[in-house]
């Protein structure tokens, strides 16, 4: 299965706590951090609903 890696690059302070509760759910804590994720259809839409604060590249 393919992989795509995710990396915050904006902070999630003062955001809706939907958006921060997806960005921790994708495993990101800090500004910065990347993590893989398998790219499935729900990680796809959590990806889809914080788009502005992420960097998204397929692996």
Same mark, same amino acid.
């Given at each position: ?17 939907? &958006?921060? $509760? @997806?960005?921790?759910?994708? *495993?990101?804590?800090?500004?910065? %951090?990347?993590?893989? &994720?398998? $790219? @499935?259809?729900?990680?796809? *839409?959590?990806?889809?609903?914080? %788009? ?8």
């Amino acid at each position: 299965m393919a992989k795509i890696r995710i990396k915050l690059v904006k902070s999630i302070i003062g955001r809706k706590k939907d &958006q921060i $509760d @997806t960005v921790k759910a994708l *495993g990101l804590k800090k500004v910065n %951090s990347i993590v893989e &994720q398998d $790219d @499935t259809p729900q990680i796809r *839409g959590m990806i889809n609903k914080v %788009s502005f604060l992420l960097e998204v590249e397929e692996i």
